[in-house]
């Protein structure tokens, strides 16, 4: 006859050991799951690399992701003249209730000229954003300058005529960068400059 106390305390022992073993593994898949997570999809440029404080580091980001991602054109050099500048809303614009709905304005200069690149942004509205929605947004307006692209109606794009929520994942960001680099969304459409076309 097997000692009761015996069997009991080896069942225990079993019952402990898969215990632990299974919550290891939880652990271990959940982590690899976060791993997967975050991992972030490859780029050929360092997005963190730019300076909120400077412009002119997203442009030279742009240029550089441009070339590297499709293999050109060098849109550093076709454009001969590049403003990209902060401004501050005037005290007009404020009192009179204009409100962008975001921080960035290309304008017909810019858009209509393949040698110039102009391109304002509102300080104060730039200042609340995050990294990512810094970045979709200075993309947003070269696509207008240097593309012509139109808006587009799907918010996950770029062309989407709003910036994304401030949660927005890097991630997001590559994904429909892609695509504007490969001018494949729906209903991508361009800005009409009859001098250009
Ligand atoms: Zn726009």
Redesign the pocket.
Known sequence: MKHPILRISIYLLLVNFIWQCSSGKEDAFEEVEAEIEEAQLPSCVDYESVDQDDLSTYWNLFVEDVICSRGGPDYGTLNEQVLVRFVVQTPEQLASGVTPD?AG??TFIGYCNNSVVDISVIRDYWEDYSAVQQLWLMY??FG?DVYRYE?SSDPADI?W?SVPRSDVRINDFIQAKNRFFRRDFDGVSYIQCPSLD
């Open positions: 975001h304005f290309s947003h307006e207008h808006h062309m005529p």
